[in-house]
Structure formats: structure tokens, C-alpha cells
């Protein structure tokens, strides 16, 4: 069955893909599927319904894909009936875990068949969701992770969308677990997101959740190129969203995709990297931030990254193909692009580097008074940054720049002060880090001082007394 909401843009997930990406879990499925439960004990016992132990054996018997559609063909109720009760009740780990693997492979093997537990659902006057969000609540590492896999399939493939709390509950699990130091099953994670960001709906619900920050706060650290690739495919999915797309650029995203770009060797991961970019500077109709998007491109160095690719001659023609139009593309936005333009795109951005503008005269002579525009964004993100970053050079950065704006701007120190700027860079003074506390020394004198002349003889002054 196609499902009808998935964007025709994103295509299938190679199921090539999928094994790798979570071979912990399929590695323990094997032996999962090598451990089939004692039916006929729990019969006897009485623990289990004659008619549930009829089907489970007979779909266990079936040889063929064909001899399974025709028992469910006729047994649909009953199949959706046995396997929900038998997740839900099933007191025993390992018997639990042997029929989500069952459950599992059953929709694996064809996507159509989450119909019949929908229409049991709907028979029953409840959602799906409503007997399997609870599992998730498990302690067994396998079975949380199996049952996530299953419900993304079930949310994906049908025609039924996850809604409301069910699907921020859901989402929030997803987001946990990313967040999870040490999870073993991240990977699997990851591929529950690729399933689930490939639906519109479900792209609103994790923006709305801030579910951008979880993926990004994974991809900043040590990842495998795996991972790495699952996560950006997740982001590539949303940018097939205008609206969503269009937070891109002040998101930190494209510094990340960036950083890992120009030191990935990976094929693929290049690749999803490339189409992510792509699309940031194809759906955003705004022509201001595509822009100050393709500017953050040049800034992380993708044009260099670029170049390094056009040596290598990659095989995939899709590949290519991208990497021409983004090269053509940045170098057609840097031409017109000023040094403020580069300032404000690189401040936005939230990593600060001594790139020349910081130090050139000429620069904060002509746009210092630019600082006041919209009102006073620049400096109200300067002074967020000293209040809330903790990387030692940015903060020298923007500690500096405030100072060199009320240099050449000395009205403007009122408005530091409104903002609470000055008290911002006091605090600094304190900081563990020497250079910092250094700039933010300079920054304070250069609030305080009206006599720059006389400032910098007494700064002379004070490093060759400091060498002596």
C-alpha cells in the first residue's frame, strides 16, 4: 500500500539501510526468533485462549508468504487480537520479546497488514497506540526498543496518523532516547525518525517539540558516520517543509552539517549533506534568509569542501549534480556580499571567530551605528552570547566587539547598560579562562573611558611593564 501523505521528493529507505542501522537490535532478533515460547504449556495452564494458541501456532507453521496472506485473510480480527493481548499480558520478557519480533517481521514482510490492527482499533473504539505506548515504559532495553520500531511501522505505513498526546508522548520517547547516555539502540532511534520525519504531520509535531535540538545536540558529538547519516537524513526530511525549512539558518544546523562535511569521507553521509543544503536554498522563499543561509555555507567552508570534491569525481551522478548547483550557487551569493553582511550572518550563527572584521578600524567606523538597527538585534545576541555561551574564543569575540561598538559608538553605552550588557561582561572578569578574562577587561575600560587616545598609551604602557 502508498501511503499517499509521505512527500513524493523523499524516497524509500534502502532496506540495506535499515539492517545496518540497527544491528544490535536485528543481531538480537536472530536469537530472539530461535527461541520460540512453549504455547502449548501456557495452554494447558489456561494462561492463554484456545483460540489465540490456534492462530499463533498455525501462523507460526506457515512456510510462505503465501500461506500467511490466506490465514490472515480469513483470521484478521483474530490475529490482531492474539498479538496485542499477547504483548500486553504476557507477563514473561522473553515471550514478550519473541512476539514483537513476530509482529515485527509480519509488517516487514508487507506493510498492508497494519490495516488489520487498525481496523481492530477502530472496531474496538480506540487507537492502536492506546495498548502500545505503555511498552515503552518498560524496563527490558530489547522490548522498548522492538515496540518503537513496530509503532513507527504502524504510524508510517497506514492511513492512520498518530495524533495529539499519543504522538507528542511518542515523539518524546524518540527524543529521550536520543538523549540517552550510552543507548546501544540508538541507531535504531535514528531509523524510527527517518520513518517518522518523511510525514508531514509528524514534521510540525517534532519541530514543535524542539526535536531539532535533540538531533543536533547528538550530531556535535562523537558519532559513527551511521549515525551521522540517519540523523541528517531525519533533518533532510524536514527541509521539505518551507516553513520548516526557513529555520534552518538560525538553528546552528548548517555550522554542524558544515563541520562534518568537510571532514566526513563517507559517501553517503556527503551525500545527505549536500541534499539538505540543497533544499535549504531551494524551498525558502524568503530571499534574505536564503542569502544569509548560503553566506553560513561559505562561512563552514563548504565551497573549499566543494572544490576538494570536484578532484575526486564521485560515481553518483545525484551526487554531482548537487555539489554543481551548490557551487554555483554560493559563488553567484558571495559576490555581492559585504563585510557587515559576513558580520551579521557569522554573529546569527552563534560562533564567533577572529575573522578580520573584528579588527579592522574601517569596518566599525562605517557600521558600528548598524548595531542599532532592528532594534539593537546584534548587540541583544552579542549579549546573549556572553550570557549563555561557555566557548572561550567566542566569548573573547563577542566581548570584544561590544567594546569596539561603544568605541565608535559611544551613545551607545546606555543602551549596553539597559540591556544588561555591562553587568554580562563583569561577570567575565572572573572567568577561568585568562584570555577572556582579558578581553573582558579591555571591554570594560572601553565602556568606562572616554580618552581612547590616552587608553591605548596606558595599555602600551602596561604590557611593557608586564614584560620587563
Not at 501456532?57 to 500467511?68: G, H, P, W
Not at 488489520?116 to 495498548?131: D, E, G, P, Q, V
Not at 515503552?136 to 504510524?155: E, G, H, W, Y
Not at 510540525?204 to 535540538?213: N, R, V, Y
Amino acid at each position: 500500500m502508498a501511503d499517499l501523505r509521505i512527500s513524493a521528493d523523499v524516497p524509500q529507505i534502502p532496506q540495506v539501510d535499515m539492517i545496518s542501522a540497527t544491528s544490535k537490535l536485528q543481531l538480537e532478533a536472530a536469537d530472539v526468533r530461535n527461541n520460540r515460547p512453549n504455547w502449548n504449556s501456557y495452554l494447558r495452564s489456561q494462561m492463554i485462549a484456545q483460540e489465540d494458541y490456534d492462530f499463533i501456532t498455525s501462523y507460526e507453521a506457515s512456510k510462505t508468504k503465501q500461506d500467511r496472506d490466506i490465514l490472515l485473510e480469513s483470521n484478521k480480527m483474530q490475529c490482531a487480537r492474539t498479538m496485542i493481548s499477547f504483548i500486553t499480558t504476557v507477563a514473561k520478557d522473553q515471550n514478550v520479546r519473541y512476539v514483537l519480533t513476530l509482529l515485527d517481521d509480519m509488517i516487514m514482510e508487507d506493510k498492508s497488514r497494519v490495516e488489520i490492527f487498525h481496523s481492530y482499533a477502530r472496531k474496538n473504539k480506540r487507537t492502536l497506540w492506546s495498548w502500545f505506548l505503555g511498552i515503552l515504559q518498560r524496563r527490558d532495553p530489547f522490548t522498548i526498543n522492538q515496540m518503537s520500531s513496530v509503532l513507527a511501522k504502524f504510524a508510517c505505513s497506514g492511513m492512520t496518523l498518530m495524533e495529539g498526546s499519543d504522538l507528542n508522548f511518542y515523539i518524546s520517547f524518540l527524543k529521550d532516547q536520543l538523549k540517552s547516555a550510552g543507548n546501544e539502540y540508538i541507531n535504531t532511534t535514528a531509523r524510527c525518525l527517518q520513518m517518522m520525519l518523511r510525514i508531514d504531520e509528524y514534521r510540525h509535531a517534532f519541530l514543535a517539540m524542539d526535536g531539532i535540538k535533540s538531533i543536533l545536540s547528538v550530531l556535535s558529538g562523537k558519532t559513527n558516520f551511521q549515525l551521522q547519516y540517519q540523523l541528517i537524513f531525519s533533518l533532510w526530511c524536514l527541509t521539505f517543509n518551507p516553513a520548516i525549512a526557513k529555520r534552518f539558518p538560525h538553528s546552528g544546523i548548517i555550522q554542524i552539517l558544515g563541520d562534518i562535511l568537510s571532514e566526513s569521507t563517507k559517501e553517503k553521509v556527503i551525500r545527505i549533506i549536500m541534499g539538505t543544503f540543497r533544499n535549504i536554498l531551494e524551498k525558502i522563499d524568503d530571499h534574505d534568509l536564503v542569502r544569509e543561509a548560503a553566506l553560513q555555507m561559505v562561512q563552514c567552508k563548504t565551497l573549499k569542501t566543494l572544490e576538494l570534491m570536484d578532484s575526486k569525481k564521485f560515481d553518483d551522478a545525484e551526487l554531482n549534480d548537487d555539489a554543481e548547483f551548490l557551487s554555483e550557487k554560493l559563488h553567484s551569493s558571495i559576490q555581492d556580499f559585504s563585510s557587515f553582511d559576513e558580520y551579521v550572518s557569522e554573529v546569527r550563527s552563534g560562533r564567533l571567530q577572529w575573522s578580520p572584521v573584528h579588527k579592522s578600524e574601517k569596518f566599525w567606523r562605517e557600521n558600528a551605528q548598524k548595531f542599532n538597527e532592528k532594534d539593537f538585534e546584534l548587540l541583544r545576541i552579542l549579549i546573549n552570547i556572553l550570557e549563555l555561551q561557555s566557548d572561550t574564543l567566542t566569548l573573547c569575540v563577542a566581548v570584544h566587539d561590544i567594546g569596539e561598538y561603544v568605541r565608535h559608538y559611544p551613545r551607545g553605552k546606555n543602551k549596553i547598560e539597559q540591556l544588561q550588557g555591562k553587568q554580562a561582561v563583569m561577570k567575565l572578569l572572573s572567568a577561568d579562562d585568562p584570555n577572556v578574562r582579558y578581553h573582558s577587561l579591555l571591554a570594560i575600560q572601553k565602556l568606562m573611558v572616554h580618552n581612547w587616545e590616552y587608553l591605548g598609551k596606558q595599555l602600551d604602557a602596561d604590557n611593557a611593564t608586564a614584560t620587563e
